[in-house]
Nanobody, 116 residues
Framework: QVQLVESGGGLVQPGGSLRLSCAAS????????MGWYRQAPGKPREFVAT???????IYADSVKGRFTISRDNAKNTVDLHMNSLKPEDTAVYYC??????????WGQGTQVTVSS
């Protein structure tokens, strides 16, 4: 398995920005599908963004144009840059690393709260 550690969460006002970072325990970012998901209180976990091994990215409609996912293969990290944050973005954000037949690993999550 792969250990993932998220960081960068916190409290931000509506319209503000945050950058979340996910660090993997070993060199897997370049050959894994890396993604971010989130879970708000009382709701199921939902997809936010993913970056595939070839570099292509996919975003949920709710964050398209506001969030950007990026990876650094040398540092073995995946970031989520979040702009124009809204109260409905409040959730625990989780990092995921997936490689078919090898692993499907999750981090412990980091809290993002958007409130004035």
């Amino acid at each position: 398995q792969v250990q993932l550690v998220e960081s960068g969460g916190g409290l931000v006002q509506p319209g503000g920005s945050l950058r979340l970072s996910c660090a993997a325990s070993r060199s897997i970012v370049s050959n894994s599908r890396m993604g971010w998901y989130r879970q708000a209180p009382g709701k199921p976990r939902e997809f936010v963004a993913t970056v595939h091994t070839g570099g292509s990215t996919i975003y949920a409609d709710s964050v398209k144009g506001r969030f950007t996912i990026s990876r650094d293969n040398a540092k073995n990290t995946v970031d989520l840059h979040m702009n124009s944050l809204k109260p409905e973005d409040t959730a625990v954000y989780y990092c995921n690393a997936y490689r078919l037949g090898f692993y499907d690993s999750w981090g412990q999550g980091t809290q993002v709260t958007v409130s004035s």
